[in-house]
């Protein structure tokens, strides 16, 4: 129960992701006309300055409302979620993300469902008139709903987090949103608390005031960087030696699923994750700091680029306090256990969490073992690495893996995707761990789950698999 929960929110937090990622260039684009051009901007400009209005009430959330709709139900899908969003954001008085992420995707559901209903019963010759008419009605229905009811209640439900939010910035207590964001993202859950709750909290707040400290509350890069710091001079065995390659992904390229790993195998690292979060996060408090846009990815690059004008020396300190709290905590765990440690610590980690994700899985999966029994009669053309979002771990996991097939002589395709987007046609799949179980309910296809995208025993045997096949 428990591990189908997890996975259920998982995906949840995926479909957020998917409707938001595709259009980060246009928050990013957003967000440096804010930077430039606003009053307290770096070139104040008040002809472009007239841009940031209607650019966060009416594009963003329609390119959100657009995309989701697309996902859905195609073109028509996607026609149908931006008519239903404009409903949304006319009816309500501030930006309407999560509106557009209601209501693009259930426009589209509805025009997927009334398509299947009448496209057997459409007279020959009539099939354009009645597709365009039907979706026009639909269309003006679900805008008039959205209107009138989700406009509304979503308006309502922002206000009491933003002020629940905002009574914690109030009082001080702003940092105890680390204990919920940190064992959350080691989770893979951070797509749905940053695109479901701060994303949209943050563009409100900057378009207000130019910036937000929302966008920095759970995806500063400092904490995950003190522990692999302290991995890298305390651990032992292969996390030791794969903490420095991860350093460099996880802050310079904003991938910090690297170090979840890391936390997974000794949970008791969540502690120094918490407090390097939380550290970071009173400094940017206490500093006024805040981002024009949400850094997707969390690189220190990002966090630098939508920095506005005088917050550098807030962005920084907060990020250099986190990695130094973090790195200090993670220290002494390190220091502490060391008598424990074993070389394979870090490729025997998280087993209780298999147990427990192993609860909810509807049938048992692939093992590297079994799925190269499986697939000895049938050679490996097309490998297919899952996560989350598909941008992230599995972009940098399969790029690693094509370049050592690509050394070894060999050519098959290597493509990174979204779990519940891998094509049927893949052969194999590969995941992390913590997302097992929804590899396993998302495709039929073999799957082999992971601790490492960049160097596991599984990613060998596999590599070993296809070179015999070769």
């Not at 992420?101 to 099939?127: C, N, T, Y």
């Not at 995950?224 to 001079?233: D, F, S, V």
């Not at 917050?311 to 905590?329: M, Y």
Request: some cysteine.
């Amino acid at each position: 129960m428990k591990a189908n929960m997890r996975a259920n929110v998982q995906a949840f937090g995926g479909h957020l992701t998917a409707m938001v990622l595709p259009n980060i260039g246009a928050f990013i684009a957003w967000g440096f006309i804010t930077a430039l051009f606003i009053p307290t901007g770096w070139m104040p400009n008040e002809a472009f300055g007239e841009l940031v209005g209607p650019m966060i009430t009416y594009l963003l959330p329609l390119l959100i409302g657009y995309t989701g709709g697309q996902i859905i139900g195609d073109k028509r899908g996607a026609v149908a979620g931006a008519i239903g969003t404009m409903g949304v954001i006319v009816g309500a008085d501030i930006p309407m993300f999560v509106g557009a992420m209601i209501m693009g995707p259930l426009s589209a559901w509805v025009v997927v469902q009334m398509d299947k209903r009448i496209q057997h019963r459409i007279p020959s010759g009539f099939e354009m008139v009645v597709n365009n008419f039907s979706l026009g009605i639909v269309g003006m229905i679900l805008c008039l709903f959205a209107y009138e009811i989700v406009g509304p209640a979503v308006t309502a439900a922002n206000l009491f987090v933003k002020s629940g939010i905002e009574a914690l910035v109030a009082t001080g207590f702003l940092p105890l949103l680390a204990i919920i964001n940190e064992p959350a993202k080691v989770l893979f859950l951070n797509n749905a608390i940053d695109q479901g709750i701060y994303y949209p909290l943050g563009l409100q707040a900057a378009a207000e005031t130019g910036k937000s400290i929302f966008f920095m509350v759970a995806s500063n890069p400092g904490p995950g960087l003190g522990m692999l710091l302290a991995y890298a001079k305390f651990g032992q065995g292969l996390s030791k030696r794969s903490a420095p390659s991860a350093i460099i992904i996880h802050f310079f390229g904003g991938i910090h699923e690297l170090y979840f790993p890391y936390v997974l195998m000794k949970p008791i690292m969540i502690v120094a994750m918490i407090a390097g979060a939380a550290t970071g996060i009173a400094t940017f408090n206490l500093l006024d700091a805040g981002l024009v846009a949400g850094p997707s990815p969390g690189s220190i690059f990002s966090y630098l680029a939508l920095t506005p004008k005088g917050s550098f020396i807030a962005t920084i300190a907060g990020v250099v306090s986190a990695t130094v709290v973090s790195f200090l905590v993670a220290s002494a765990i390190l220091k502490m256990s060391k008598s424990e440690d074993k070389e394979t610590e870090f490729e025997q980690s998280v087993s209780d969490m298999k147990d427990m994700k192993a609860e909810g899985a509807v049938k048992p999966a692939a093992t590297a073992a079994t799925t190269e029994a499986e697939l000895d009669a049938k050679p490996i053309q097309f490998v297919a690495f899952a996560c989350d979002a598909g941008m992230g771990s599995s972009a940098m996991g399969a790029s690693t893996f094509k370049r050592k097939l690509t050394k070894a002589g060999i050519d098959i395709e290597v493509k990174n995707f979204a779990i519940e987007k891998v094509p049927s046609d893949a052969d194999i799949v590969v995941t992390h761990e913590s997302l097992e179980s929804r590899a396993i309910n998302a495709t039929k296809l073999p799957v082999i789950t992971i601790k490492n995208f960049l160097n596991d025993p599984a990613l060998d045997e596999l590599m070993v698999t296809i070179e015999q096949q070769a």
